[in-house]
């Protein structure tokens, strides 16, 4: 089931580069809106979010594929990603063990000792903590500037409150 998310998410990928493009050029075309800023930031929070969903639905697809590539047809022993091994390892190889959160491929040896395969998972890895953390900081900067922009428009003076007649006048 991963490895059919995983097809969409490769189709999503060149959607979400697409929109990116697309909203980058209407920041820096001329004619924006006054409120561009906070625009641009809350839509960065959801590009993120969708980025660090992607890359981790890609990740998901690719453990699975290994995972599945291993259990069956000839030749699937050791497992693909275990195959980096040094041969003094890999002799000692006993099994696999996917792992989906995070994502990785675990190798087993004989002794009960387990080993990282290779594979792209730390960069997978890395790359969806990155656009989440993207995400988070985006969205409580969001948070700040509307609090800002709220505070500035309270102050006397600013929109004509510290001006207004008392009710006995």
Same mark, same amino acid.
């Given at each position: 089931m991963f490895i059919l998310l995983m097809y969409g998410a490769?189709? *999503?990928v060149p959607l979400w580069a697409i929109a990116v493009v697309v909203k980058l050029i209407s920041v820096v075309a001329p004619g924006r809106r006054p409120d561009? %800023?906070?625009d641009l930031l809350r839509w960065s929070v @959801? %590009? *993120?979010a969708a980025a660090a969903v992607i890359v981790y639905v890609i990740g998901l @697809?690719?453990?699975q594929w290994d995972a599945s590539e291993a259990e069956s047809g000839a030749g699937s022993s050791p497992a693909v990603p275990c195959r980096s091994l040094p041969p003094g390892t890999l002799d000692r190889l006993a099994g696999h063990e996917p792992s989906y959160v995070p994502l990785g491929?675990?190798?087993l040896l004989d002794g009960g000792r387990t080993v990282a395969a290779s594979g792209p998972y730390g960069t997978l890895n890395a790359?969806? *903590?990155a656009f989440g953390l993207t995400a988070v900081l985006s969205l409580i900067a969001v948070g700040f500037l509307d609090e800002y922009r709220a505070r500035a428009q309270r102050k006397p003076g600013r929109t004509g409150e510290g001006l207004k007649a008392s009710p006995t006048e």
């Open positions: 490769l189709l *999503a561009w %800023a906070r @959801g %590009a *993120a @697809g690719l453990v491929f675990d190798c790359l969806t *903590a």
